[in-house]
């Protein structure tokens, strides 16, 4: 049975740092694409970062160029994302997700078939 569990959301001062992560279990994680979304209300899911299978090729959106860092430990299964610099519009409830087998476009909604619950990023001074 397929499972993430992502932490590590909160509140955060503007200017301020969170580390989120997503634990993995229930397949074999180093073998697929991850990635994290954002939710926010009003808005639908937006891709945010997201890494191939070593996590050395890592993809961003423009949003987050020089603020937030993804990175992934296979040994731990576990998935992390540094945020840093947080701003109120980084306030959002993210979730990581799981690439289908065969996925092709890393930032595609439909290309991931296993979802966490989320963790709420809340950045307000």
């Known amino acids: 049975q397929v499972q993430l569990v992502e932490s590590g959301g909160g509140l955060a001062q503007p200017g301020g740092s969170l580390r989120l992560s997503c634990a993995a279990s229930?397949?074999?994680?180093?073998?697929?694409?991850m990635s994290w979304f954002r939710q926010t209300p009003g808005k639908g899911l937006e891709w945010v970062y997201g890494?191939?299978?070593?996590?050395?090729?890592?993809y961003y959106a423009d949003s987050v160029k020089g603020r937030f860092t993804l990175s992934r430990d296979n040994a731990k299964n576990t998935l992390y994302l540094q945020m840093n610099s947080l701003q109120p519009e980084h306030t959002a409830l993210y979730y990581c997700a799981k690439g289908r087998h065969g996925l092709v476009a890393i930032t595609a909604l439909g290309e991931y078939d296993y979802w966490g619950r989320g963790t709420q990023v809340t950045v307000s001074s």
């Open positions: 890494t191939y299978n070593n996590g050395s090729d890592t």
């Open positions: 229930g397949f074999p994680f180093s073998f697929y694409v």
